[in-house]
């Protein structure tokens, strides 16, 4: 089974941008891909997600407009790129792999998780 480690979190001001990547020790395109984030005390919440070759994506209506998911799979990498991040997008990242996911926003649909990597937005 493929394992994932997210990379590129850290500290960034608002209005600022970071770009996450997250990459598989095995191939990642047989998966849909997708970033959740999680809050403290809030619930894990779908971010965005991409399809196994790229040609889908959607988003959560938060950071429509402003983040892009995307994924190079001979590089077996998802990227999330996040533009203009506001204090509301302070959380800690996951990147998630799924079969087939008839819901892209539920964390239960997806079997293979990383560690997070935590983004700190400041204003």
């Known amino acids: 089974q493929v394992q994932l480690v997210e990379s590129g979190g850290g500290s960034v001001q608002a209005g600022g941008s970071l770009i996450l990547a997250c990459t598989g020790s095995?191939?990642?395109?047989?998966?849909?891909m997708a970033w959740f984030r999680q809050a403290p005390g809030k619930e894990r919440e779908g971010v965005a997600t991409?399809?196994?070759?790229?040609?889908?994506?959607y988003y959560a209506d938060s950071v429509k407009g402003r983040f892009t998911i995307s994924r190079n799979n001979l590089k077996n990498t998802l990227y999330l790129q996040m533009n203009s991040l506001n204090a509301g997008d302070t959380a800690t990242y996951y990147c998630?792999?799924?079969?087939?996911?008839?819901?892209?926003?539920?964390?239960?649909?997806?079997?293979?998780w990383g560690q997070g990597t935590q983004v700190t937005v400041s204003s």
């Open positions: 998630a792999a799924g079969r087939s996911p008839p819901d892209w926003t539920r964390p239960d649909y997806y079997n293979i």
């Open positions: 095995r191939y990642i395109q047989p998966y849909w």
């Open positions: 991409i399809s196994r070759s790229g040609g889908e994506t």
